[in-house]
């Protein structure tokens, strides 16, 4: 059974923080995906990965970085977490050949 | 890349014909059109996808008319448990690029 771990369901974390949200797929895609969901605002693509090393900007990249060292895994990073990066943050895996996307089921990020 | 369109929400009462309509005015040849379902603290699940006309599946049926401007998911005799976010995603097939859903329908079915 295809699989997209994402390492933590649920983080509190404090102003200024760093955090790291790990993403983890056993398929063997290139592409993975990071969206964050908030209310009445659906999937906002943070950043995403078409391969090992590689990165491109979503819409909403201000504030996140992200690294790709491995093909089985894409990370998401909050240099210094802020009140409004309060949100649920989902990763995605596309399987380029049928195009088929594969959720994780998400982690909860709460900055205080 | 095709920007996506649908109302925000939507109720409906247990047994009726549910239908959501997504806009993509600018969808591109190759693209195909796929649908979503959310639950509450749940990433979303493949609901069905379509390239033109109607596509029809155990849970839904797509339809697309001829321009593919549009696309209509249509969900027969609802139930309590089809309460949720619907996503409309149009993206090319191969794509390795962005993918950009829009803000989804909320459906809240009513006894």
């Known amino acids: 059974d295809v699989k997209v771990t994402q390492s933590s369901r649920y983080l509190v974390k404090r102003t200024g923080e760093k955090v790291f949200l790990e993403c983890v797929q056993d398929m063997d895609h290139e592409n993975m995906f990071w969206y964050r969901q908030d209310p009445g605002l659906g999937l906002r693509l943070i950043y995403f990965?078409?391969?090992?090393?590689?990165?491109e900007k979503g819409d909403i990249p201000e504030g996140y970085s992200v690294s790709r060292e491995k093909k089985e895994r894409f990370s998401l990073i909050l240099e210094s977490a802020s009140t409004n990066q309060t949100s649920m943050y989902l990763c995605?895996?596309?399987?380029?050949?049928?195009?088929?996307?594969?959720f994780g089921e998400g982690s909860r990020l709460t900055v205080l | 890349l095709a920007k996506t369109t649908q109302p925000i929400s939507m109720d409906s009462y247990e047994g009726q014909e549910v239908n959501i309509t997504c806009s993509h005015n600018?969808?591109?040849?190759?693209?195909?059109i796929t649908w979503y379902q959310q639950f509450p603290s749940q990433g979303p699940r493949f609901i069905i996808q379509g390239y033109k006309t109607k596509v029809t599946n155990e849970v839904a049926s797509l339809f697309i008319p001829a321009d593919r401007k549009s696309s209509t998911l249509s969900l027969p005799r609802v139930s309590l448990s089809d309460t949720a976010v619907y996503y409309c995603l149009v993206a090319l097939s191969s794509n390795t690029g962005k993918l950009i859903f829009g803000q989804g329908t909320t459906l809240q079915v009513k006894p």
């Open positions: 600018n969808i591109a040849t190759n693209d195909y």
């Open positions: 995605v895996t596309r399987d380029r050949n049928t195009g088929e996307l594969f």
């Open positions: 990965s078409y391969d090992v090393k590689m990165k």
